[in-house]
């Protein structure tokens, strides 16, 4: 991250944290700051295309976002009321579980799979394709673990979480791929091209993701 992005980044989050000095902490004002964080970032960048410096890019794009005092005043109430965040916690902390399970069974179901196949001596393209349940359900445990709030850090953004799990995904089914097209052709430079190919998208994302990550943790200082 270059020194004006953290420059931005710092600026963007000391206002957004003074904008809601006060306030109660929730899960759900967590998820509104990072909203808003993202909506002044990518606002004062379209400023900053229009030739604008930064400080006026940054000043129009707050502007823009018009009057937040509604939203402050929701929040504060939502800080105080406890019965609305236990409710709202329990709901998200059940889908979080309910993805859990499905993805580690799925996952299980996979590899249960491809060794039944294997002791059947089914030829190993047969065995291998059943590995794409492992693929789904790695990629649906990470989902649902990311999106689960837990007692020293608040969920994550859903569209983050979506990310890396794609990330994960994509990993997975290099592995998955590469595995599948050398038993299917015998020709192992087509297996290392398939594991680049989505390798590399899947630590892209991820990289991507690490380097522009924000602090989940409920006592961050």
Known sequence: MSKIENHMDKKVTAYIENLFSGVGPSQQLFDLKEELATNIKEK?????????????????????????????????????????????STMTARISTAGIIAGVLLGLFGIFTVAMLYFMDLDAVSVAGSGIFIVAGGTLVTYSVLTRETRKKYAMNKIRAVLYALSTGLLLFSLFTAVVTRFSTGEMYIAIGSLMVFS???IGIFLFLILTGTDRRKNAP
């Open 200 to 202: 590399l998208a899947g």
């Open 44 to 88: 004062t960048a379209d400023f900053k295309a229009r030739g604008m410096d930064d400080k006026q890019a940054f000043k129009e794009a707050v502007i823009s976002m018009g009057d937040l005092s509604g939203l402050v005043d929701d929040m504060r109430k939502l800080g105080q009321d406890t019965a609305k965040q236990a409710v709202y």
